[in-house]
T-cell receptor
Framework: DAGITQSPRHKVTETGTPVTLRCHQT?????MYWYRQDPGHGLRLIHY???????DKGEVSDGYSVSRSKTEDFLLTLESATSSQTSVYFC???????????????FGPGTRLLVL | GNSVTQMEGPVTLSEEAFLTINCTYT??????LFWYVQYPGEGLQLLLK?????DKGSNKGFEATYRKETTSFHLEKGSVQVSDSAVYFC????????????FGTGTRLLVSP
């Protein structure tokens, strides 16, 4: 158990509304990630963070923003939700090893988001 | 770019059958390779990993060998159980930069009694 929680676990919202998803970790890991999971696509990286206030875009970042003001929290915001953002969202942390090679990512339980 | 290709599912087997799920990859450099498993309604769990050529990862009766010459990392299990029913994801991470995971599309395994 890598000590990762996500909230909310389920959310239904309407098109055009802002939505914020929270990822919380308890083990002081530096690297955190947001993915979305969709049928036929596997998991795709939205944004990632390599420290407080240090974030960067992944392959599907359009329509999403992130913030990390504390080590333990990584927030994903949909500024104006669209139906194409209906998905399951997973947060992950990277368990770091000496030498920085071959670390494993550990995933939270996911947030199921439905945009109507 | 880096990519992972998995066999399409679902794979349907009877209990105690032999399992193979194929995975091939394209990557620059020397990636580390992973298999993750997702049980219904849950997040992804690491099943096994290999960090260099010819390494064999193993866990819970599952095995996969890192084959650099064929760029493959096929998942095998000698005797599946109903409880192995899940979606299996092959993934790679390159040992450069910020080490972003690249996933295959997943293979659903259904095991019947």
């Amino acid at each position: 158990d890598a000590g990762i929680t996500q909230s909310p676990r389920h959310k239904v919202t309407e098109t055009g509304t802002p939505v914020t998803l929270r990822c919380h970790q308890t083990e002081n890991h530096r690297y955190m990630y947001w993915y979305r999971q969709d049928p036929g696509h596997g998991l795709r990286l939205i944004h990632y963070s390599y420290g407080v206030k240090d974030t960067d875009k992944g392959e599907v970042s359009d329509g999403y923003s992130v913030s990390r003001s504390k080590t333990e929290d990584f927030l994903l915001t949909l500024e104006s939700a669209t139906s194409s953002q209906t998905s399951v969202y997973f947060c992950a942390i990277r368990g770091e090893l000496a030498g920085g090679i071959g670390e494993t990512q550990y995933f939270g339980p996911g947030t199921r988001l439905l945009v109507l | 770019g880096n990519s992972v290709t998995q066999m399409e599912g679902p794979v349907t087997l009877s209990e105690e059958a032999f399992l193979t799920i194929n995975c091939t990859y394209t990557a620059t450099g020397y990636p580390s390779l992973f298999w993750y498993v997702q049980y219904p309604g849950e997040g992804l769990q690491l099943l096994l990993k290999a960090t260099k050529a010819d390494d064999k990862g193993s866990n819970k009766g599952f095995e996969a060998t890192y084959r650099k010459e064929t760029t493959s990392f096929h998942l095998e299990k000698g005797s599946v159980q109903v409880s192995d029913s899940a979606v299996y994801f092959c993934a790679l991470v390159t040992n450069t930069g910020f080490q972003k995971l690249v996933f295959g599309t997943g293979t659903r395994l259904l095991v019947s009694p």
